[in-house]
């Protein structure tokens, strides 16, 4: 597709949307090419579709998965983000509106949906915490971390959508639920990490979310990292790891391994995860930097020392 | 309570089945006996009918579990009475009631613990071989499927001739995975006679087997098995006396289950707690026993026996007509070939193979002008864009070519005809599809870790990073264009000899997994 052909089509795509979703388009759009701007990637000499095309052409990859966040309505999955970026390499930013508008197409809840940026923030995925629906080791002791976690500023705890394709702020009876005063939002608003971290406190073991987790780790340009407590899910998944649906504690450890640091609740955790890191050459990479914190025992979890300890473990994730 | 033992029913279908379940428990408990108590295990009177004889075994062999407290008599004495191998569950409940018990309440609770796997164990009414004096090969799913990918080869090169060489006997899983059971004549075919008699039907049926219990002995796991096989495997390593070594081939589902359909790993965490219990792991490449050892360090903090992990590459075998250039094999490449260099890209068509990542860089360089072939050889594979892809630029007239299934015979064609082959995996055990190129003397390009670095270490490879597009279209349009890089590769593919056989890795593993099984640390 020439380069011309590829603007007619974006731009006939886009007159197609009407009313609130045009609106809601061009809002979108806008904001994306303001975060690229602030960002100081920007050229800011053009604007609309025309500027997030060259934005796109000049940016690198974590402009196109920003572009694909906001615009598609859905944080991207891995695939997605390769496939528009080899699209943009090959028919430059026109082309790759296209694909972001054909990936858009396939998300209804577009119009149910409120689109945010969260700059310069600290995203906290409490995902399992709020419903303890899941098994996860060190439940208690995450959730006491994230209390006092929460009390920083740029703190915002998220928990992935009921569709599992977006992060959104955790509502005021979840909050409650967590024992934690902080931020919250409404379920149909959802939060875009740039220039932020994404810590991962609780768990994300299915293959949609955490296949979109992995690809805000590898290609975003957001930091973070995983607060950890072992994986005896995996060493002692025996019997149980029938039953277990689709959920797998290894695609836990995959998002983990997208993410730049890891925090090991204690020294057992620290050797379980040091033993994982070993097996990620295969793959062809390094996997996270592992600190140990050994928290306090649970009975001392108002103390100084606990308050230290996840201080400790707050500076090795943010970086 | 409802037991197994049951005097038959005087209803003719189901009493000739009872009858015919109770007879195989009388003839496998009168092994157990033989094996555990030798002459105090004979019952003194051979006229007693079928019931009284199992009852009175029962009698003895339970006093026995009682008093000695042994969890190898355990788990065979439950093994012979189900006619299935217990899990972990069942064991753990014997060990407690056996600690409770006396002799006569712990047969009434074996009688009852014993019930359900003996309805749908699937051995129920057979017949029991005890092993403990040579190895004991599970080779079910090799048995049991035409499927002939990795794994299966591996076992069809390996076991026949262990076969040969060795006294061994070769298992599969009864119809619900309860308990080893003895091949059938097809079966047997499918692993030891693959070459000349692969075409036996999938499903074989009506043929008798016999049940195998290996008990003091050594299990061998070429393949990975089951979650409902697992269970039983793990409970067999912690409690009958033998002890399983096993081929690690790699641990993708555990570190890459991007790369994986979205439903698998089930079967693969199940067989996680098997490698725990194991006591070798032969490893297929030095990564993939990097990733083994990488897990056995992760199970230290729980304190049990560490495997011991030994890196034994497999071999490079090259069929003799893999350089014969009058193979011709297939029309239609060569005449599709048009005197243009050919690319070839073997592999099936999943997201862990990459093949995206080679057509984005063949795509770059056909509009950059440069003028090649590109050949996809390999069937199988799922879910990904790749179909989509191919049809999009064929469209452009791009000269490219997809067969998905070919013979050896096209394959080696192709390879040889090759200028080079494309191999960046994105994570692999071993990386056949490189050695065999080399073989040949066809450079490759490939990733720059993992088991292809290994293989690529001694010459004719150009490394890339699989993950940067980039550097592998660099790579390609180098080996495309620049001669004098292409010929230095290529003569040390040519170069490259490997020496190793099937007929090497045969002995070598045997004494890695069977010679040398629970030696040394790891």
């Known amino acids: ?319 | 309570m409802t037991t197994t033992a049951v005097r038959p029913s005087s209803s003719a279908s189901g009493g000739a089945a009872s009858r015919a379940i109770t007879h195989a428990q009388r003839n496998r408990l009168a092994t157990v006996a033989n094996a555990i108590l030798g002459d105090d295990g004979t019952v003194p009177d051979r006229s007693l009918d079928d019931y009284d004889a199992i009852l009175w075994y029962l009698g003895k062999l339970c006093d026995r579990v009682v008093l000695e407290r042994r969890d190898d008599e355990l788990w065979l004495l439950f093994t012979s009475l189900a006619g299935a191998m217990p899990g972990e569950s069942d064991m753990e409940k014997g060990i407690d009631a056996r600690s409770r018990f006396t002799g006569s309440e712990f047969m009434d609770w074996i009688i009852a613990a014993s019930s359900a796997p003996a309805v749908w164990g699937g051995g129920a009414d057979s017949a029991m071989e005890l092993v403990s004096d040579r190895p004991v090969v599970d080779v079910n799913a090799c048995a049991r499927s035409d499927r002939h990918t990795g794994i299966q080869r591996v076992e069809r090169e390996t076991i026949p001739r262990w076969n040969a060489a060795h006294d061994i006997v070769v298992v599969a899983w009864t119809h619900r995975d309860g308990a080893y059971r003895s091949l059938k004549e097809k079966e047997r075919a499918r692993v030891f006679d693959w070459h000349t008699a692969h075409t036996v039907d999938s499903a074989i049926s009506g043929e008798e087997t016999h049940l195998v219990v290996p008990w003091r002995t050594r299990v061998v796991l070429p393949e990975v098995p089951s979650a409902r096989q697992s269970t039983r495997l793990r409970a067999l390593a912690r409690f009958s006396g033998s002890d399983i070594v096993l081929i690690g081939y790699d641990l993708i589902p555990l570190t890459s289950p991007e790369y994986l359909p979205k439903d698998s790993g089930p079967d693969f965490l199940g067989y996680l707690g098997v490698v725990k219990r194991s006591a070798v792991i032969a490893s297929i490449s030095e990564s993939a026993a990097e990733e083994f050892r990488g897990l056995v360090d992760a199970m230290l903090p729980q304190q049990l026996p560490a495997p011991k992990v030994v890196s034994h590459p497999l071999p490079v075998d090259i069929p003799s007509n893999a350089w014969d250039e009058t193979l011709v094999a297939n029309k239609d490449l060569a005449d599709a070939q048009q005197g243009l260099p050919v690319i070839v890209c073997v592999g099936s068509h999943e997201p862990r193979k990459n093949h995206l990542a080679v057509l984005h860089a063949a795509e770059r360089l056909w509009r950059d002008g440069v003028n090649f072939e590109l050949w996809f050889m390999g069937g199988g594979g799922w879910g990904t864009y790749f179909d989509v892809r191919v049809k999009q630029l064929k469209r452009r007239g791009r000269r490219l070519v997809v067969r998905k299934a070919v013979s050896d015979r096209v394959l080696w064609d192709a390879i040889r005809r090759a200028r080079f082959t494309v191999f960046p995996s994105l994570h692999e055990g071993f990386g056949l599809p490189v050695a065999e190129s080399l073989s040949v003397g066809t450079p490759v390009i490939t990733t720059n870790y993992g088991s292809t670095a290994e293989i690529a270490e001694a010459g004719g490879c150009m490394l890339v990073d699989p993950r940067d597009d980039a550097q592998l279209e660099a790579a390609m349009r180098s080996l495309l264009y620049d001669e004098s890089v292409f010929q230095q590769l290529r003569e040390q593919a040519i170069s490259r000899i490997f020496t190793r056989t099937w007929d090497d890795y045969a002995v070598e593993l045997w004494d890695v997994l069977v010679n040398s099984a629970g030696e040394g640390a790891r």
């Open chain 1, 1 to 319: 597709m020439s380069a011309r052909t590829a603007r007619l089509t974006a731009l006939a795509r886009v007159a197609r949307l009407t009313g609130a979703r045009r609106r809601q388009w061009d809002a979108r759009v806008a904001m994306v090419v303001a975060a690229i701007e602030t960002d100081g990637n920007g050229s800011a000499a053009r604007t609309g579709l025309g500027g997030l095309a060259s934005e796109l052409e000049r940016g690198g990859v974590r402009e196109t998965w920003l572009a694909l966040a906001v615009l598609g309505g859905a944080l991207p999955g891995s695939e997605l983000v390769v496939r528009v970026r080899r699209r943009l390499e090959l028919d430059g930013g026109w082309a790759a509106i296209n694909e972001i508008l054909a990936a858009r197409a396939k998300i209804r809840h577009q119009g149910t949906v409120e689109v945010s940026l969260a700059h310069h923030l600290a995203l906290i995925d409490v995902s399992g915490l709020v419903d303890g629906s899941i098994r996860l080791v060190g439940r208690g002791a995450a959730i006491a971390t994230v209390r006092q976690w929460s009390q920083r500023p740029e703190a915002r705890l998220v928990v992935w959508t009921s569709r599992g394709d977006n992060l959104r702020p955790i509502t005021a009876a979840e909050a409650a639920h967590l024992d934690v005063d902080a931020p919250v939002g409404r379920a149909d608003e959802i939060l875009v990490p740039w220039q932020s971290s994404y810590l991962l406190a609780g768990i994300v073991d299915d293959p949609d979310r955490a296949d979109r987790a992995i690809a805000l780790g590898v290609y975003s340009g957001n930091g973070g990292g995983t607060l950890g407590f072992g994986l005896d899910p995996v060493l002692n998944a025996e019997d149980e790891a029938y039953y277990n649906g689709p959920r797998r504690y290894a695609w836990h450890l995959a998002v983990a391994r997208s993410l730049p640091r890891l925090v090991a609740g204690s020294t057992r955790a620290g050797l379980e995860y040091q033993g994982w890191k070993r097996m990620l050459p295969a793959v062809g990479l390094d996997g996270p930097d592992i600190r140990v914190v050994a928290f306090p025992l649970r009975e001392l979890r108002s103390s100084p020392d606990w308050a230290a300890a996840t201080d400790t473990a707050w500076i090795h994730l943010i970086g």
